[in-house]
């Protein structure tokens, strides 16, 4: 019974060439783009190198201050005095991972330019992440308390500075002028690891800016380790509960800062503030958008398998004269239609496949490698069969109502 | 084996309303070859189509084999088409997608029988139709009299104990429709097959057992 569906849905398919050619070609296309979306959304949102301890994380990214009679706002990154002056009196943080966000600093190798973005962190940074250490090692609280100039690179800036040089350690990297000595090098950081991706890692004693200023806003952002899963909800809270202590800066009458769960930390960042953590409106919107997404192909199908039935009548009426039920036939178009969706989604794959692969490869965000793993190809499947049920149902619906004495009429 | 009962057909459209079965009674006897002629408009094809399940009277009463069909539900008349009736169409209806073997199989499709099986009996239905040799062409393929035997075939490959046809040699010229005619008159022979036909040549109707003639939706003879 399959293996005749099989081949009259073939032979369909290739009679009408360029409604095919359109069907599946829509269909593809759409299943590319929701795969690379979700290798994209993946790769951001599941732990990745060197953040991997994300079930144990919360993140604190900014700070926000607000008039509520006024309208007024203020928002930036976190100072290093925040951190050190509050923050670190939770009982329940285990360890803080505390960086500056990356800047731009010029370096020149044999009279070219090369621009490295350097963070300072502190040293537990190196005790939260697990930066992998292709060389030497991270520099201790010691170097930092004696603001040490000493450096952290990655091997990408290994590469760029000191070329095929096998070992650098102890050797010197200048940066605007300053001369910092090597220490240690780390595997490359994905762009995508946003508050963690870095050229040269420095101790935050060797700022030139007043790093102990009491000022909340400053540049720099942390995560806070738990010393379990179970123990996060409780460092939630007591943080919140710390926000109370923190003074008003005059000028306001409120002030925010927010340790989030990774996905809320984004959230928030994207399309919330300091009150809303923003998570439901991105979800609500990306439903919303992948719905949208997928009803146009699939408005597309329903439109192209109602023409292809009306041709097809004189079949659906031999067929019910020689003893198909309106539920045989159902099937049998769903069955037809789950064949093109499937013959699409294998070319979707297939275009995923070589999309992720020339991404890769043109290093579109600097050391992101996309992977299509089982969760994408989970999330294609479950897409297929949505496009297969929704654009057949109806057709075939409609299919089966037909009248036998006109379906045979009709040619 | 067919008995109707004062059937009424009445088609209504937005404005019109067309009476075109008006009180027909007739019993067909089993094994019986019976032909129906008459002008064209005046039922036969509605008539057949209510004989064959494919259409519901507006009035009156159907059985066939002895069973009251009017309460069947769609499953079950589907399941009733299958065993009992075959059809041969004037213009073929075959699916031009399928090869004549498939062509064939198609109402054993719809009853449990290998796909071994669905070959054997369909390669037996068109070596009975003479066309053994075309089993893997398909219909385009084939001339017009090539086609109403491939029609034959897959109307006898379930064994029917009722063949309807409707002017089954109404596009073929009188040498090949006398063909497709023998063909008929063998399987009623051989087989014992109740056979319906509508016709408009008086040559093929006389070569039946029994002529019934319409004149707008009433029998005149
Ligand atoms: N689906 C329909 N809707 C309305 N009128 C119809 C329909 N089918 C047939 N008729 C009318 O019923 C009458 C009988 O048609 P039909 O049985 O096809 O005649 P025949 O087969 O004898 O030429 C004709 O007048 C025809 O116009
Ligand atoms: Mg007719």
Redesign the interface.
């Known amino acids: 019974?399959l293996?005749?569906y099989f081949?009259?849905a073939i032979?369909?398919l290739k009679?009408r060439k360029f409604f095919t050619f359109v069907s599946l070609f829509g269909i593809s296309f759409t299943l590319t783009i929701l795969m690379v979306t979700t290798a994209f959304m993946d790769k951001v949102l599941s732990p990745d190198y060197p953040d991997l301890k994300r079930e144990r994380s919360l993140y604190v990214s900014s700070m926000e201050y607000k008039n509520t009679k006024e309208g007024w706002m203020n928002r930036s990154d976190v100072s290093y005095y925040f951190f050190s002056h509050y923050v670190s009196t939770l009982k329940n943080v285990d360890k803080m991972a505390i960086s500056s966000n990356p800047k731009a600093s010029n370096a020149y190798v044999n009279n070219k330019k090369i621009v490295i973005a350097y963070k300072y962190t502190n040293a537990d940074y190196w005790n939260v992440l697990e930066y992998r250490f292709l060389a030497g090692k991270p520099f201790s609280q010691k170097e930092i308390d004696n603001a040490d100039k000493v450096a952290v690179i990655s091997e990408e800036t290994r590469k760029a500075y000191f070329g095929d040089a096998s070992n650098v350690i102890g050797r010197y990297i200048s940066a605007d002028n300053v001369n910092y000595r090597v220490i240690g090098v780390v595997a490359n950081v994905s762009k995508t690891v946003n508050s963690l991706s870095g050229d040269m890692y420095l101790p935050y004693t060797v700022s030139t800016s007043d790093y102990n200023k009491p000022d909340l806003m400053g540049p720099y952002n942390a995560v806070l380790l738990a010393k379990s899963k179970a123990d996060v909800p409780k460092m939630q809270k007591e943080f919140q509960q710390m926000m109370r202590r923190v003074p008003i800066p005059k000028d306001f009458d409120r002030v925010y800062s927010n340790a989030d769960p990774f996905f809320s930390s984004m959230t928030r960042r994207i399309a919330g503030d300091g009150a809303n953590n923003g998570k439901t409106r991105v979800v609500t919107i990306m439903s919303i958008f992948v719905l949208l997404f997928l009803l146009l192909p699939t408005i597309n199908l329903v439109n192209i398998n109602v023409t292809r039935i009306m041709e097809r009548s004189?079949?659906i009426?031999?067929?019910?004269?020689?003893?198909?039920?309106?539920?045989?036939l159902v099937y049998q178009f769903i069955v037809e239609n789950m064949i093109l969706t499937f013959l699409g989604g294998i070319i979707g794959i297939i275009l995923s496949l070589l999309a992720i692969y020339l991404i890769n490869g043109a290093n579109v965000i600097s050391n992101m490698r996309l992977s299509m793993n089982l969760t994408v190809l989970f999330y294609s499947f479950i897409a297929c069969v949505f496009f297969g049920l929704i654009s057949g149902v109806y057709p075939a619906w409609r299919m089966s109502k037909l009248?036998?004495?006109k379906a045979?009429k009709a040619? | 084996m067919i008995r109707l009962q004062n059937i009424k057909k009445v088609y209504r459209t937005d404005t019109v309303e067309t009476l075109a079965i008006n009180g027909i009674n007739l019993d067909i006897a089993k094994g019986e070859f019976l032909s129906i002629m008459g002008p064209s408009g005046c039922g036969k094809s509605t008539l057949l189509?209510i004989m064959?399940l494919?259409?519901e009277p507006s009035k009156g009463n159907i059985q066939i084999d002895s069973q009251d069909i009017s309460s069947y539900s769609?499953?079950k008349?589907?399941?009733f088409?299958?065993?009992k009736l075959?059809?041969i169409?004037q213009?073929y209806?075959?699916?031009n997608?399928?090869q004549v073997l498939?062509n064939v199989?198609?109402?054993l499709?719809?009853?449990n029988s290998s796909?071994k099986e669905r070959k054997r009996l369909a390669t037996e239905a068109l070596e009975k139709v003479g066309l053994s040799n075309r089993l893997k062409h398909f219909p385009t393929q084939l001339s017009g009299g090539q086609r109403q035997r491939v029609a034959i075939a897959?109307a006898i490959v379930?064994n029917p104990q009722i063949i309807l046809a409707d002017e089954p040699t109404g596009n073929l010229d009188s040498a090949m429709g006398n063909e497709i005619m023998d063909i008929l008159i063998n399987l009623n022979k051989n087989e014992g097959t109740t056979i319906v036909m509508v016709t408009h040549d008086e040559n093929m109707a006389h070569k039946t057992h029994r002529l019934v003639r319409l004149f707008d939706g009433s029998q005149v003879q």
């Open positions: 019974m293996k005749n081949k009259i032979a369909v009679r004189s079949e009426g031999v067929r019910k004269a020689f003893g198909a039920s309106s539920k045989t009248n036998v004495v045979l040619q | 189509n064959g494919l259409d769609d499953q008349l589907a399941k088409r299958n065993e075959g059809f169409f213009s209806h075959l699916i997608d399928l498939d199989e198609l109402p499709l719809y009853r796909a897959r379930g």
